[in-house]
């Protein structure tokens, strides 16, 4: 395959589902299969990026071969290539950015800057960005609401949380994501359109060996204490043995501030824990 | 990428006509551009009633096997309605809900888009998302369009304009005479989210078989209509409003809605639904005598762009009527450029395939439905004569006699402010106008 230095990554998503009124749940629609705003916005930087530093861009998707035609559409816009990498997105969270990074290292298209849309439609994880940015060993900068395409060091500007930016430089292998309204995808040129649709041949198909499935991420829940085997209470009433298995009449302590290093701050909060019982102490088994 | 831009023919609008002609004309070994500004068919339309889908005979076998229906109307009923009454003249039949079928409720973006795939199976190239902005001309002679697109022209030896009611392409050729509003109407409609089961049940329906009711007499001053139908697990109810009236009078076409959904004969067949879509189109309403000319040089007018839409009454038909003149004009376009003459003599044709099939044999027989349906006294007079001679005859005023059904024709209407021989000519108006 020849060189691409940037890959913009879309995802194939519902962009209208219903939803159905007696669950609640989304219900796909037939005809709004297509890729959203942000996705659209991710290819026109890519777009931009490969005229201002001279090279190429390429469009890739991991989805089922039915994206294959609007993909064909998308990529009318004008990336040198179209990459569909066949895949079964249903197969579970962080697959697609384990696929995409298969096919984007060096052995396939060896690119050094992929761009993403910040958020699909498809309610996803929103993990592809920082999935594929690892399997590559890329640096990231996510959530870009301005970009300057211009050649050299890369300058974007990053949401922050309360209403604040960051001013990010991006050099060297990067992987991107923005907002819908970073850029607003160009017009494919009719004949490039016409073509597109009457055939989706232009549409590179890869197929991922079903032999070795992408690694899923290990399922992240949230850490739950176990339980702590209570001795049980002596006293002779039953309000009194609540008292004691409730803890309601002892003495709490109260909050307080302290003021140290982290180390010292971790360490008071590891006796803390300690102490409420939800660590072992040393020798001891919880 | 090899770029193409140029065809046999050039189909704009992806709605039942434009889909008919492209189907014709690629089934007949044409290459043929089908172009749809939305962003796929049927995302921008509506309508207020039932396909017709026989028509189809002629172009998909056993169409109804495959056509996106939501139900197969075995229930027709038209209204005549007051503000607190309503008389209903009510037919069924299950014959209706067998093949090959009488009429359907179906929703256009699925319809659409399986008639407009159906093309694409026989070779078309749809072309979504492209809004074509004007005629390309050589020579007086049309011999393309231009598109919103980049190098957005498409050159083609024919163009079928179906792009709708305002159907700019038809104006641009010079193919309208002057356009006047008293034409046209604009239709209202709420789809209401309802169980299938409570639909089934205040319908008196089964299975996929659903009712189409058609009401005249619940617009207040506005000269229109009403209609309701069942989907699978929706209702749709609308109105149809005369253009020119609602502009000139105060009445907003939401409101009179809400005042049909509140009307005793209708509240209780829609009541605790969920309003999932309020949506309005225009329609040409006026039929035979607002058709523009249907031919030029290179160019052919199909659809709703043709003012091909039937509203005569009891006889509500759009879909089937763009169906038939879509699939002529494909045909029509394919035997002129097989002769090699596209001028307007060349396409000629199509009007005379036209007139020897129903959609201009029944818009020329019924030309003057339009107008009676519209006119003061379908309008003002007939639901509330109906309505209180209805009354009249159903209720029992004992200890007094029955008063005899022409005694209570005759009181009505006087009371109504007619005369018997204004009665008369109107009903002879209406038997000629109906033939």
């Known amino acids: 395959m020849s060189e691409a230095s940037i890959a913009a990554c879309v995802k194939w998503v519902d962009l209208h589902p219903g939803v159905d009124p007696a669950t609640a749940l989304p219900e796909p629609s037939a005809h709004s299969w297509g890729f959203s705003e942000a996705d659209r916005a991710a290819l026109e930087v890519a777009l931009r990026l490969a005229e201002a530093r001279g090279t190429e861009a390429v469009v890739v998707c991991a989805g089922p071969l039915e994206a294959r035609r609007c993909l064909a559409e998308l990529a009318a816009s004008g990336p040198a290539r179209a990459v569909l990498v066949e895949h079964d997105h249903q197969s579970g969270p962080g697959t697609s950015g384990v696929v995409l990074a298969g096919v984007l290292g060096p052995r396939h298209l060896d690119v050094d800057l992929v761009v993403c849309g910040d958020m699909s439609n498809g309610r996803g994880s929103g993990s592809v960005p920082a999935v594929v940015a690892h399997h590559l060993g890329f640096a990231q900068a996510l959530g870009l609401i301005e970009l300057d395409p211009g050649p050299g060091t890369l300058r974007a500007v990053r949401r922050l949380d309360g209403a604040r ?63 702590r085997a209570v001795p049980a209470p002596h006293e002779a009433d039953a309000f009194s043995r609540i008292v004691a298995l409730t803890g309601a009449m002892a003495d709490h302590s109260p909050p307080r501030s302290v003021e140290g290093t982290p180390e010292m701050a971790a360490e008071l909060i590891l006796e803390q824990l300690r102490t409420w019982g939800y660590l072992a102490r040393d020798g001891e088994q919880t | 990428m090899t770029e193409t831009t140029e065809f046999d023919a050039v189909v704009v609008g992806a709605g039942p006509a434009g889909a008919a002609a492209a189907f014709e004309l690629a089934r007949a070994g044409r290459s043929v551009a089908l ?58 039949t299950d014959t209706w809900g067998r093949p090959p079928y009488n009429g359907a409720t179906a929703y256009r973006p699925d319809f659409d888009s399986w008639l407009a795939d159906k093309a694409v199976q026989q070779g078309a190239t749809l072309l979504c998302s492209t809004t074509v902005t004007g005629l390309l001309v050589e020579g007086g002679r049309t011999v393309g369009v231009r598109t919103d697109r980049p190098d957005g022209d498409l050159r083609a030896g024919v163009v ?43 319908f008196a329906v089964r299975g996929d078989h659903g009712v189409d009711i058609e009401i005249i007499g619940c617009t207040g001053e506005v000269p229109g209509g009403g209609f309701l139908y069942t989907n699978a697990d929706t209702v749709a109810v609308g109105l149809v409003l005369s253009l020119p009236a609602l502009a000139a009078g105060g009445s907003r076409p939401e409101e009179l809605l809400a005042a049909l959904k509140a009307h005793p004969a209708v509240a209780p067949l829609v009541e605790g639904g969920e309003v999932k879509e309020y949506s309005a189109h225009v329609i040409p309403e006026a039929g035979y005598d607002m058709m523009p000319e249907l031919v030029g040089d290179g160019l052919l007018v199909a659809g709703d762009a043709a003012a091909m839409c039937l509203a005569a009454g009891v006889w509500l038909e759009g879909v089937n009527f763009a169906i038939g003149s879509g699939a002529a004009a494909g045909r029509a376009a394919h035997a002129a ?5 596209t001028t307007a003599a060349g396409l000629a044709g199509y009007r005379t395939r036209l007139e020897s099939s129903f959609v201009l044999a029944d818009h020329r027989k019924l030309r003057e439905a339009p107008h009676l349906v519209m006119g003061d006294l379908a309008q003002r007079q007939l ?15 004992n200890p007094d006699p029955k008063p005899g059904l022409v005694r209570i024709a005759r009181k009505q209407i006087a009371r109504h402010g007619l005369k018997l021989p204004t009665v008369a000519r109107e009903t002879i108006r209406a038997l000629r106008a109906y033939g």
């Not at chain 1, 050099?171 to 359109?193: C, F, I, K, M, T």
Request: proline share 8%; aromatic share 6%.
């Open chain 2, 160 to 202: 079928i304009a179906a792009d709708g009611v305002n159907s700019f392409l038809a104006k641009e050729a010079g193919l309208y005479g002057e356009v006047s509003a008293d034409n046209y109407t604009v239709g209202v409609k709420e789809t209401i989210a309802l169980p299938r089961e409570v639909i089934d049940e205040r």
């Open chain 2, 337 to 341: 450029l097989r002769s090699g003459d």
């Open chain 2, 35 to 92: 172009v749809e500004r939305g962003p796929f068919p049927g995302s921008k339309n509506m309508y207020g009633g039932v396909v017709y889908g026989r028509i189809l005979d002629t172009l998909i076998p056993r169409w109804w096997e495959e056509m996106p229906v939501q139900r197969w109307v075995t229930r027709r009923q038209t209204m005549l309605m007051t503000g607190h009454q309503a008389l209903t003249i009510d037919y069924r």
């Open chain 1, 165 to 227: 930016r960051e001013v990010v430089s991006v050099d060297g292998p990067a992987v991107l994501s923005v907002e819908g309204s970073v850029a607003a995808l160009r017009r494919a040129p009719l004949g490039a359109a016409t073509s597109a649709a009457m055939t989706s041949e232009a549409v590179e198909v890869v197929r991922t060996d079903p032999h070795h499935a992408p690694e899923r991420p290990t399922r992240v829940v949230p850490w739950r204490p176990p339980p």
């Open chain 2, 383 to 397: 639901p509330g004569l109906a309505c209180d001679v209805a009354e009249a005859v159903f209720q029992v005023t």
